[in-house]
Each structure stands twice: as structure tokens, then as C-alpha cells.
């Protein structure tokens, strides 16, 4: 594991946002993993950037998102498909029909979740997957629990998530209580994976993550078998390690 501890986000930004640019500069057609919340903020905002500087063009970049709530549509202000075309999307010159956001009110849920698991294999796989951490070592919605998922699912979400995003909604009863994530097997796939974490309030669940056993009680903990994973830390979030 590649673990580097940054001075705070925007640093651990830059940092991602070079292993994104560089992938894409050299290989041309990259399969990104795009995670939500606010630690990937500055990575989009300097993939905004290098866009902007004519450094990088998305135009042969594939995108899959990590997660979407289910029982709010993509088009509400709070959904993960409105986060990413505002901090990111909207900005660069990726072709809409190369992004993918799970649909978070499927038909039929289980035809959905084979089915965007498949999307992924035939673009390729992904090549770098960009991953936040929930205070609970969630990652995407993958929630503590007494198995590691393997592929995409649909999810109850826990206590402590309904309160840490709670603060978007503009009524806990609107936040959502369920959402669609890619597994941990899907996660695991990717041939790079960069996890971003800033904050006080991240310590407990990094340490779990890179001390702690490796268990579905912590999903992240099972980062440590990835053969190719960097986990970019600012001081808090590698306050407890
Ligand atoms: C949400 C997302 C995760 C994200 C986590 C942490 O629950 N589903 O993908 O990593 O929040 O969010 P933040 O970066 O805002 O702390």
C-alpha cells in the first residue's frame, strides 16, 4: 500500500488528480471509478483545472460512479448524479453517453445491479478508482456488515451514514434510506485504487482501516489486499495511525 500524508485535501487533490491526468495523457482511453462526497471535491476541481489549461481532454475517458440513493430521482438537488455533473461533468468535455451513475430507482433492482456490473466488464474495468471513507470505514455505500459484497447491491443504509449526510437533506425524513453501491468485489477490481480522507473526523475509521483487522465490520480494511491501493491522508484523518 502506497500511504502518504498530505498537508490537507486540496494538497491530496493535486496528487490524485496527477495520477488521473497522467493515466489518461499516456493510455488515452481510461475507465475512471468516481466517488462522491466531500473529499473528491479537489480532485475535480483540479481535473477542472488541467482541463481548463488544455493539459488533459476526457474526451476517450468512461466514467462509472460508485453509488446513488434510491427513492429521490437523479434529478434532485441531493442525488449523486446532480453532485457530479455539478462539481465535475459539467466542466470538462467527457462524452455524456461515456458516464455511468447507478440508477437508484431500477425496475427491476437485481437485472439493474447484473447489469452495471457488466457495463464495467465490457469497458474494460476500471482503471483507477477514487474512493472516500465513511466515518464507519464504509466505502461507496458498502456498509459494515458480516460479508464483504461482491457486486453491485442494493443497501440499507446505517445509522451512522444517515447522520453524517443527513446534513444535506433539508429534513432527515428526506434523507434516503437506502442506495445502490458498487460491491466490495467491484471495488476491488480496479487495477488502481486512490482512497482520499481528510479530517478529524476520519481518524478512527483510518486506523481501523490500516491497523485493524481485515473485516467486513471495517469494508475498507480489505484495501490492504489490493496489490496497487494509495491512501492519501491529510494530518487529521492520519492523526490515530
Ligand atoms: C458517502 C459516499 C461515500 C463517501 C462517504 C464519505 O457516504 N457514499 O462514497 O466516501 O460518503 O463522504 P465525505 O467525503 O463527504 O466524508
Do not use: W
Not at 487495477?191 to 471495517?218: F, H, Y
Amino acid at each position: 500500500m502506497d500511504i502518504k500524508i498530505f498537508k490537507d485535501l486540496n494538497e491530496i487533490g493535486r496528487a490524485a488528480a496527477d495520477i488521473m491526468v497522467s493515466h489518461i495523457s499516456s493510455h488515452g482511453k481510461t475507465v475512471l471509478g468516481l466517488a462522491t462526497g466531500a473529499s473528491p471535491l479537489s480532485t475535480y476541481k483540479n481535473l477542472i483545472k488541467d482541463y481548463e489549461n488544455g493539459k488533459v481532454s476526457f474526451k476517450s475517458v468512461i466514467s462509472f460512479n460508485l453509488d446513488e440513493y434510491c427513492s429521490i430521482p437523479a434529478s434532485d438537488k441531493n442525488s449523486y448524479n446532480t453532485f457530479m455533473h455539478r462539481e465535475l461533468f459539467d466542466h470538462i468535455d467527457i462524452p455524456e453517453e461515456n458516464i455511468h451513475i447507478p440508477d437508484g430507482n431500477p425496475e427491476d433492482p437485481s437485472a439493474f445491479c447484473a447489469q452495471y456490473d457488466e457495463m464495467i466488464k465490457n469497458a474494460g474495468g476500471i482503471d483507477i478508482q477514487l474512493l472516500g471513507i465513511g466515518n464507519n470505514g464504509h466505502i461507496g455505500f458498502n456498509e459494515p456488515s458480516d460479508t464483504f459484497k461482491k457486486g453491485t447491491f442494493i443497501v440499507n443504509l446505517s445509522e451512522s451514514t444517515v447522520q453524517a449526510n443527513m446534513i444535506y437533506f433539508n429534513s432527515p425524513e428526506e434523507m434516503p434510506r437506502r442506495a445502490v453501491t458498487m460491491g466490495i468485489g467491484s471495488i476491488m477490481q480496479a487495477k488502481e485504487i486512490i482512497l482520499l480522507a481528510g479530517g478529524k473526523a476520519k481518524a478512527q475509521a483510518v486506523r481501523d482501516m490500516l491497523k485493524g483487522d481485515i473485516t467486513p465490520l471495517c469494508p475498507a480494511s480489505i484495501l490492504r489486499e489490493h496489490p496497487n491501493a494509495h491512501i492519501f491522508l491529510d494530518r487529521n484523518a492520519a492523526s490515530l495511525i
